[in-house]
């Protein structure tokens, strides 16, 4: 009975271990997550990313491919048909047909930079769209602002890059 | 299974991690809440594209600043412990604290920017390179927490863990500028952009800068108290282990 | 206003996790300080 017992308790290691676990466990789960993000974006932005100019002119952004293509929504050029939304997108003086099969969702408006989604039709020369974002510009405005300036400064924007 | 309270405990405790500084902090901090509360919701205008999706940014934006802020803190303190002459443990566990707050505030700008999105972009997500960066910044950051948790003694915990938050805070830069880097949906910086001009109109701007500040003194409240915390957490493990051997050696008949 | 419940969610989404946050740190904070000295806690 000299020596002091200095063996973990069998009561007590389980929940000492259970502690150190779930740590190596949760490494485990990160890296798996980590990777399905990276695939995940990789696999989505196979698509070009191209501006209106570039299109048939930069390499990579042909017309034969699925395209995501970034432009300015044309003013006054916006009219819903049956089941479909016609628009014109501009960008650095080039513009381009869209149709697009549905509504766009988010703030979708004439004037606003969007970025279309699809492929391009040769025998139409329209530019089918699948999928419609806004891509919000980092200039914020007061909704209270003076109208007319407001009014000036809108159509500014547009003419700037129709 | 739970250890009798030490004797030695002086009747002169005071509860909880609280000082007289970190009071007056934590006061500023409320204050400054409540006023990002007015100017958020109420005195600042709707935007003109946005509409009123704008005061989204209002706590998108603090979060954000909060979360590389507290980011780099524990890259810092990774720093100090890893490379100071006496590999501090304070500086670890301030590491450790800053962390667990920046993961917290993480999270919370990713939510609040999928709500920002479902209404302005009309889509919850996308892969874009500002999102999958931010994404990828979270999940790095919830790694760092499990290395600091995994096996071995204290000191090797702390290094491994400051050699993974040197690495971690790479990514904030390449986070920062990922919409410069890659063309993305997300809008490029208007207020740490690289050049000066401010394009925010003037309350906005005003209200922006309540969230920023309230946020940073949150964080400074937050990261005081965390670490006094997990400077407790170091000890108890310590005492724990001490009264531990001692109730053995009193089992075993040996008095030490 | 427009979306009301996203903006006004994403408010509550920001200061419900601010004090759940920092309502663990004070709680576990106390708990742990109770079984502690003063002299032990370098902060004062």
């Known amino acids: 009975m000299s020596t002091p017992d200095l063996t973990p308790r069998p009561e007590q290691s389980p929940k000492r271990q259970r502690r150190r676990i779930m740590p190596a466990v949760v490494l485990a789960l990160v890296v798996v997550a980590g990777g399905v993000v990276i695939t995940q974006a990789l696999s989505t932005a196979v698509d070009y990313y191209c501006n209106v100019d570039e299109v048939g002119e930069r390499s990579g952004c042909d017309t034969g491919r699925r395209l995501r293509i970034q432009g300015t929504v044309g003013e006054g050029t916006v009219v819903a048909a049956t089941g479909a939304t016609l628009f014109d997108i501009r960008f650095n003086g080039a513009s381009m047909k869209v149709e697009y099969a549905g509504e766009p969702g988010g703030i979708f408006k004439e004037c606003l930079p969007v970025v279309v989604h699809g492929v391009f039709d040769e025998s139409s020369g329209m530019f089918l769209g699948d999928r419609v974002e806004v891509k919000h510009s980092e200039d914020y405005v007061a909704v209270n602002d003076d109208r007319l300036e407001e009014a000036e400064a809108d159509s500014a924007a547009c003419d700037s890059s129709a | 299974m739970t250890l009798d309270p030490p004797s030695t405990v002086s009747t002169t405790s005071r509860r909880g991690t609280a000082t007289a500084a970190t009071r007056a902090v934590g006061v500023l901090t409320i204050v400054m809440i409540g006023w990002l509360g007015v100017f958020g919701l109420l005195l600042s205008p709707a935007d003109r594209d946005q509409g009123d999706a704008v005061r989204i940014m209002y706590v998108h934006v603090p979060s954000v600043w909060l979360a590389y802020l507290a980011f780099i803190v524990t890259a810092l303190a990774s720093a100090v412990h890893l490379f100071g002459k006496s590999h501090s443990m304070q500086a670890d566990r301030v590491a450790g604290a800053s962390a667990e707050i920046g993961v917290v505030f993480m999270a919370v700008t990713l939510v609040t920017g999928m709500l920002w999105g479902r209404i302005t972009w009309g889509v919850y997500w996308q892969w874009d390179a500002r999102l999958t960066t931010t994404a990828l910044l979270f999940i790095s950051y919830i790694g760092y927490l499990a290395v600091r948790g995994l096996e071995g003694s204290r000191s090797q915990r702390a290094r491994r863990s400051a050699i993974v938050g040197l690495l971690a805070v790479l990514e904030v830069p390449l986070v920062h500028w990922s919409v410069k880097l890659w063309r993305s949906l997300h809008q490029e910086a208007t207020v740490l952009g690289t050049d000066l001009d401010v394009s925010l109109d003037g309350l906005m701007l005003f209200s922006l800068f309540v969230g920023v500040v309230a946020f940073t003194l949150l964080f400074l409240w937050l990261l005081l108290h965390r670490s006094r915390v997990l400077t407790m957490i170091d000890l108890s493990a310590e005492t724990g282990l001490d009264a531990a051997l001692a109730q053995r050696r009193a089992e075993g008949g040996v008095t030490a | ?44």
């Open chain 3, 1 to 44: 206003m427009t979306d009301a419940g996203f903006i006004l969610g994403s408010y509550a989404i920001t200061f419900g996790s601010i004090l759940i946050f920092t309502w663990r740190t004070i709680r576990s904070g106390r708990n742990l300080s109770d079984g502690m000295s003063d002299e032990e806690k370098p902060w004062l």
